[in-house]
């Protein structure tokens, strides 16, 4: 089992619609959830932080976190297709100042 | 601008050689990183350092070495002992006790 897992994608959303992304980790002592946005050829931009369970809200992105079940998600509402790109979900090690990313989701997001 | 830079953004090396990836950020962080990332997959750390003058391998640190003799600065060099370097590489930084990692724009390194 890989220690931070996503759905490769393509995710395709039409504009307008709410994408829906999801990412799970194995590690029961972490405490931070990132989701980062990766446009092709470029590098991370973070995009959300996390660190309670429940809903957090930022504009059009709201992260979810359930830490008894392991998983967090980020919605995108109103996407458009400045959307389109991939989403790296990063959790942090119990152990360490450092970061576990998964391998990204990729969004396709269709006029 | 407050801010992580790295260059080069391409460097093309042929097989045999070392290189050097410069990353700098002036953003006060004492944390600085190196992530290896291949085509379509996530990042993977290689390196790590929490404080000037000390620094930890990551979870791919063969075939790498860095210094960290500034705060500022914290170059990677990719030595020909790693047998597949071509990939992106990507520099982050931290302030000390926090998780949020930012990162700089990258250098793309093709071996020919």
């Known amino acids: 089992q890989k220690e931070v897992e996503q759905n490769s994608g393509p995710l395709s959303v039409p504009e307008g619609a709410i994408a829906s992304l999801n990412c799970t980790y194995s590690?029961?002592?972490?405490?931070?959830f990132f989701w980062y946005r990766q446009y092709s050829g470029k590098s991370p931009e973070l995009i959300m932080s996390?660190?309670?369970?429940g809903d957090k809200e930022d504009g059009r992105f709201t992260a979810q976190l359930n830490k008894a079940s392991q998983y967090v998600s980020l919605l995108i509402r109103d996407s458009q297709p400045s959307d389109s790109a991939t989403y790296l979900c990063?959790?942090?090690?119990?152990?360490?100042?450092?970061?576990?990313f998964g391998g990204g989701t990729r969004v396709l997001v269709k006029p | 601008d407050g801010g992580i830079t790295q260059s080069p953004k391409y460097l093309f090396r042929k097989e045999g050689q070392n290189v050097t990836l410069s990353c700098e950020q002036n953003?006060?962080?004492?944390?600085m990183y190196w992530y290896r990332q291949d085509p379509g997959q996530g990042l993977r750390l290689i390196y790590y350092s929490q404080i000037v003058n000390d620094f930890q391998k990551g979870d791919i640190a063969e075939g790498y070495s860095v210094s960290r003799e500034k705060k500022e600065s914290f170059p990677l060099t990719v030595t020909s002992a790693q047998k597949n370097p071509t990939a992106f590489y990507l520099c982050a930084s931290s302030n000390r006790g926090q998780n949020e990692q930012f990162f700089g724009p990258g250098t793309r390194l093709t071996v020919l």
């Open positions: 953003l006060n962080h004492d944390a």
């Open positions: 996390i660190y309670s369970n």
């Open positions: 990063a959790v942090n090690r119990a152990a360490g100042n450092k970061l576990t």
């Open positions: 590690d029961r002592g972490s405490q931070s």
